[in-house]
C-alpha cells in the first residue's frame, strides 16, 4: 500500500509564493508519474503539473512560467514551487502518483494524498 502525505499549503497573499512537498512511502522502488491537482468547490479536480521519473513534465496552461515541479526520486517525493500566486489559484492541491514499482511487481493504480488548502488572498 502507497500512502502520500502533502505538506507546505497556507495562506498567501497574491503575488507570493508557495512550495508544497510530497512525500510517497511503502514498498517502492520507483514512480512513473508523480504530479499535482488542484480542486476548488463544485468543479473538476485539474492537472496543475505532473513529472516522470526520467524528467519530463506537463504544466496546465494557466500556470506556465509560475509554477514548477520537481522531484527527488531517492526520497520518492514530489514538490510545486507556486510563485506569482494569484486568487484563482486557491484551491485544495492535491498529490498523485502513479505507476508504482516493487522490487517484484508492478501496481498501475493510482493514489492520491488528502490534499492539502492554498489560500491566496489580501
Known amino acids: 500500500q502507497v500512502q502520500l502525505v502533502e505538506s507546505g499549503g497556507g495562506l498567501v497573499q497574491p503575488g507570493g509564493s508557495l512550495r508544497l512537498s510530497c512525500a510517497a512511502s511503502?514498498?517502492?522502488?520507483?514512480?512513473?508519474?508523480m504530479g499535482w491537482y488542484r480542486q476548488v468547490p463544485g468543479k473538476q479536480r485539474e492537472l496543475v503539473a505532473h513529472?516522470?521519473?526520467?524528467?519530463?513534465?506537463v504544466y496546465a496552461d494557466s500556470v506556465k512560467g509560475r509554477f514548477t515541479i520537481s522531484r527527488d526520486n531517492a526520497k520518492n517525493t514530489v514538490y510545486l514551487q507556486m510563485n506569482s500566486l494569484k486568487p484563482e489559484d486557491t484551491a485544495v492541491y492535491y498529490c498523485?502518483?502513479?505507476?508504482?514499482?516493487?522490487?517484484?511487481?508492478?501496481?498501475?493504480?493510482?493514489?492520491w494524498g488528502k490534499g492539502t488548502l492554498v489560500t491566496v488572498s489580501d
Open positions: 513529472a516522470s521519473r526520467v524528467g519530463s513534465t
Open positions: 511503502g514498498s517502492i522502488d520507483a514512480i512513473n508519474t
Open positions: 498523485n502518483a502513479a505507476g508504482i514499482w516493487g522490487a517484484d511487481s508492478f501496481d498501475p493504480m493510482n493514489y
